[in-house]
């Protein structure tokens, strides 16, 4: 990549050398390091990633609730199918487990779903 003068006061950059007999005078000064003006306020050149990041908040907690809302179904479903096992029959030590389980996802629908 070149570097070349274009006019009185430009630079262009290209790939080819720039023409024979220009020189270009570079201005070298000390390099010195200053804080960033999006730490501070927010505003400036990060404002337009900081609306991507609560876009993407946002679908994470929709997917999130989602989520929550098929487990609570599942939940359900469960306890329809324990209740069904209980009233075909089974033995006694089945059925204190299905009665421990139906109690376990009851508490689950009452303490996370609606």
Do not use: H, N
């Not at 003068?5 to 270009?24: H, L, S, W």
């Not at 050149?45 to 609560?54: M, N």
């Not at 908040?57 to 609570?72: I, M, P, T, W």
């Not at 109690?103 to 009452?110: K, P, V």
């Amino acid at each position: 990549m070149f570097r070349c003068p274009d006019g009185p006061d430009g630079v262009i950059f290209q790939q080819i050398p720039c023409a024979q007999g220009v020189e270009v005078e570079l201005d070298v000064r000390t390099t010195e390091w200053v804080a960033s003006p999006r730490g501070r306020s927010g505003q400036g050149r990060g404002s337009a990633k900081a609306g991507s990041r609560d876009q993407a908040a946002l679908g994470r907690a929709a997917r999130a609730e989602r989520k929550q809302e098929q487990a609570c179904w599942k939940a359900g479903q469960r306890i329809e199918r324990i209740e069904a096992e209980l009233r075909r029959g089974y033995k006694p030590s089945r059925g204190e487990r299905l009665r421990r389980q139906r109690r376990e996802q009851s508490d689950y629908l009452r303490e996370f779903c609606r």
